[in-house]
């Protein structure tokens, strides 16, 4: 599902009213078993509205920040950034992704744990203003790449740690 505005590598087929997605899910596989083709979801584009309005709705104080890694696909990118969501990259092909479609840098955190230094550059270059930084080498990095940057810092205490490790969790902190 990769891919750029500009070389879309995906394709969106929309329901008519009538069409039950059964059927057309169906009609995919077997076109999947007559030629070989790449590996296709399903997803109802629609939700991701209907999602950014409940949470607008509920939390209108609180702006929500999309994870680009837990689904890079171009058409969802597009919907959250024509609704105006804060996007989470974690390297520099996510960065070029997000920024493709318009995103402001200041929209944009660069996140991830071990980033390479080319990342935080381009990071700089591109004045992403914010980064996550979760160990003492990170910081260093950072502070030598992009000294004038601002961070959100990831901090867990031992006896949470077991707790959040469980989850794959980490418990962020702002001490802005």
Known sequence: ????????????????GSAALRNVID?????????????FFVADLGEIVWQQVRWR???????PFY?????SSPVVVEILAALG????????????????????SQDIILGGTCKQLSHIKYAAKHNIPLLVCDNEAELRKIA????????YIYITSKKCFY???VFQTRAVRDFS
């Open 27 to 39: 009609k995919h596989i077997h076109d999947q078993t007559l030629a070989p083709k790449s590996a």
């Open 163 to 165: 707790y959040l490790s």
């Open 57 to 63: 709705t509920k939390l209108d104080q609180i702006r």
């Open 67 to 71: 994870t680009v890694k837990s689904n």
């Open 85 to 104: 969501t804060g996007f989470v990259c974690s390297n520099k092909h996510e960065l070029d992704l997000v920024k493709d479609f318009g995103v402001p």
């Open 1 to 16: 599902m990769k891919g750029t505005p500009n070389e879309p590598h995906f394709s969106v087929e929309l329901l008519e």
């Open 144 to 151: 030598r790449c992009h000294p004038k940057i601002q961070l």
